[in-house]
């Protein structure tokens, strides 16, 4: 079984490489870094899901479902439309970065939906602004019993 933290490191890889304004990621940390400029996307472990089903009948192959959050945290800067409009789009960027990587690192479930919100309000941290959208997205992962 690949750890979901391989997973969620492999899909924030693709978005970084896709998306130019994500300037930050990291799987570990639960606020963006002091650094970013303009977009951190992260992966932390609050709320991540995984449910194990047996794909054949005698056990020997283990389906496992990891539905991995994602958080971009988007920079206020000084500009309400710009900050909305970026953590509005953020969602299908990331979609376009995930579709265009499947398979390198991750394998997407297709047939379980992603979800996508921004919160009602600004997240102040140290005097800074952010707008946080947050995505799940489902990935499969097949685990061989021997």
């Known amino acids: 079984m690949t750890a979901p933290t391989s997973i969620a490191d492999a899909m924030l890889s693709a978005i970084n490489a896709a998306i130019s304004d994500v300037d930050t990621v990291s799987s570990t940390e639960f606020t963006p870094a002091i650094t970013t400029a303009k977009i951190a996307a992260l992966s932390p472990a609050f709320d991540l899901e995984s449910r194990f089903q047996w794909e054949t009948f005698d056990g020997a192959e283990v389906i496992c479902i990891h539905r991995i959050p994602l958080e971009f945290w988007v920079k206020h800067d000084g500009k309400t439309t ?37 919160d009602p309000a600004f997240t ?7 707008l946080v959208a947050t995505m799940f997205v489902s990935v499969r992962d097949t685990v061989t019993v021997t």
């Open 82 to 118: 710009h900050t909305m409009t970026r953590a509005r789009n953020i969602g299908a960027d990331a979609i376009n970065a995930l579709v265009a990587a499947d398979g390198t690192g991750y394998e997407l479930l297709f047939d379980d939906p992603v979800t996508f919100s921004v």
């Open 124 to 130: 102040t941290i140290n005097s800074v602004a952010w």
